[in-house]
């Protein structure tokens, strides 16, 4: 680990435990959602990383959907977060309890707008029950089908069951967000070396009906022209 990745490793311990912070002194929606973009801001400013959004148009300005995005790597939520700027769109996290408990983490998890899924539990009917409870208060639902980061060559990992379930239940229509597979490579170059400017990019796809038929992996991997 080289000076620079270690001031990175520091500077993301403050910020993500500052705006941790601020993200507990409110239950406003909106309010988080701007703490929640300065943050991801900061992190990717300190990173020297853009944000490249294509199809910009196809994102809709207010409502409430089932988010769904391919994972690449620790900071695809405040890429997603910088995606979703211009709009009014607020949703809850779906995260895993190694991050509610993680020191790095946790502060900043536990009071940014999320909802805890505990894949080692026989039952998940807490999960949907917290779901569904959340969409009521008038959010979307923000997830990572993967369940985990996908450090293959592959340009997506097969989808966990339950995200269908989730929008079904719930009647949310989903919003398709693909981040472009170089972006574990930009990360790990960026920590290594900030000083050049880098650029992840973000496609938005077509919004899929939650009665369209077909698995969601496959209705996405359409989307996105990703092949089988």
Same mark, same amino acid.
């Given at each position: 680990?080289?000076? #620079?990745?270690?001031?990175?490793?520091? =500077?993301?311990?403050? @910020?993500?435990?500052?705006?941790?912070? &601020?993200?507990?002194?409110?239950?406003?929606?909106?309010?988080?959602?701007?703490?929640?973009?300065? =943050?991801? !801001?900061?992190?990717?400013?300190?990173?020297?990383?853009?944000?490249?959004?294509?199809?910009?148009?196809?994102?809709? #300005?207010?409502?409430?959907?089932?988010?769904?995005?391919?994972?690449?790597?620790?900071?695809?939520?405040?890429?997603?977060?910088?995606? @979703?700027?211009?709009?009014?769109?607020?949703?809850?996290?779906?995260?895993? &309890? $190694?991050?509610?408990?993680?020191?790095?983490?946790?502060?900043?998890?536990? #009071?940014?707008?999320?909802?805890?899924?505990?894949?080692?539990?026989?039952?998940?009917?807490?999960?949907?029950?917290?779901? !569904?409870?959340?969409?009521?208060?008038?959010?979307?639902?923000?997830?990572?089908?993967?369940?985990?980061?996908?450090?293959?060559?592959?340009? /997506?990992?097969?989808?966990?069951?339950?995200?269908?379930?989730?929008? /079904?239940? #719930?009647?949310?229509?989903? @919003?398709?967000?693909?981040?472009?597979?170089?972006?574990?490579?930009?990360?790990?170059?960026?920590?290594?070396?900030?000083?050049?400017?880098?650029?992840?990019?973000?496609?938005?796809?077509?919004?899929?009906?939650?009665?369209? !038929?077909?698995?969601?992996?496959? %209705?996405?991997? $359409?989307?996105?022209? %990703?092949?089988?």
């Amino acid at each position: 680990m080289n000076f #620079n990745q270690i001031k990175q490793l520091f =500077y993301a311990l403050y @910020l993500t435990n500052s705006f941790g912070f &601020k993200l507990k002194k409110t239950k406003d929606p909106l309010e988080k959602k701007k703490i929640r973009l300065a =943050y991801s !801001k900061a992190q990717l400013d300190v990173l020297n990383i853009e944000v490249k959004v294509e199809n910009a148009e196809k994102l809709p #300005n207010e409502g409430q959907y089932l988010l769904v995005s391919n994972h690449r790597t620790i900071i695809d939520p405040p890429l997603i977060e910088i995606a @979703l700027e211009n709009t009014k769109i607020f949703g809850l996290w779906v995260s895993k &309890k $190694e991050l509610y408990n993680s020191f790095f983490f946790g502060l900043f998890v536990r #009071n940014a707008g999320s909802i805890l899924i505990d894949r080692e539990k026989s039952q998940m009917s807490g999960f949907f029950a917290d779901v !569904k409870k959340g969409v009521k208060e008038g959010n979307s639902i923000f997830i990572f089908p993967e369940g985990t980061r996908n450090k293959t060559d592959a340009p /997506l990992a097969a989808f966990k069951e339950g995200s269908r379930i989730i929008a /079904l239940k #719930n009647r949310l229509p989903m @919003l398709p967000v693909y981040i472009k597979g170089n972006a574990a490579e930009v990360l790990k170059e960026a920590l290594k070396d900030s000083s050049k400017k880098r650029e992840i990019t973000v496609i938005i796809g077509d919004i899929i009906d939650y009665k369209e !038929k077909g698995d969601l992996e496959t %209705l996405y991997r $359409e989307r996105f022209s %990703l092949g089988a």
